[in-house]
């Protein structure tokens, strides 16, 4: 008799402690999680978008009548400088849904992979699904002579026009 209380005693006695150290699991767990959370409060996700304003070379460094896409993956813009030597900065982000048009050189146009809009040269749109023009950052030049693109200020395409008409202040003389 004494032997079955003797064991059924080791066996609250070992339940008690299995429920003792599920506490302190839970609550160490709970300690950690905390510290975790903490911890990344004072490190926020946050998205590094990239300056409003940029410097893009020298005007020497662009070539009459030639598409500059050297800041495509790093701004979405590409730099034209015109036959007549002026600039304008035109902006990669498709008017469609906004997904990032490239620069065909062969073709001589801005081509949207994600639904096939086309823009030609100037940035108007000729096919597929885009409702407008791309639009167009303002472009401006140091003290220094280096050329500035400023993304806060934008010409926004508009349907059929051409953005060298609507914003004649879109293009650079230097
Ligand atoms: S996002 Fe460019 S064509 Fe649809």
Known sequence: MKGIFESLEEILLSR?????????????????GSAIATVKFFFPRVLFESPARFTVGKPEDYSFGKVNASYKD??????????????????????????????????????????GSKFDRMGINFAGPAPRPLDRFKLDHTPEGELIVDKSVIYKGIFGMNSDVIYPQSLLKV
């Open 74 to 115: 790093s701004h979405r813009i590409c730099v034209v400088r015109k036959e007549d030597g002026s600039f304008f900065c035109v902006s990669l982000i498709c008017t469609h849904l906004g997904c990032t048009a490239n620069w065909k050189p062969s073709e001589g146009i801005f081509h949207c992979p994600c639904h």
């Open 16 to 32: 008690r402690d299995f429920l003792v150290k599920l506490g302190w699991g839970g609550i160490i767990s709970f300690l950690i």
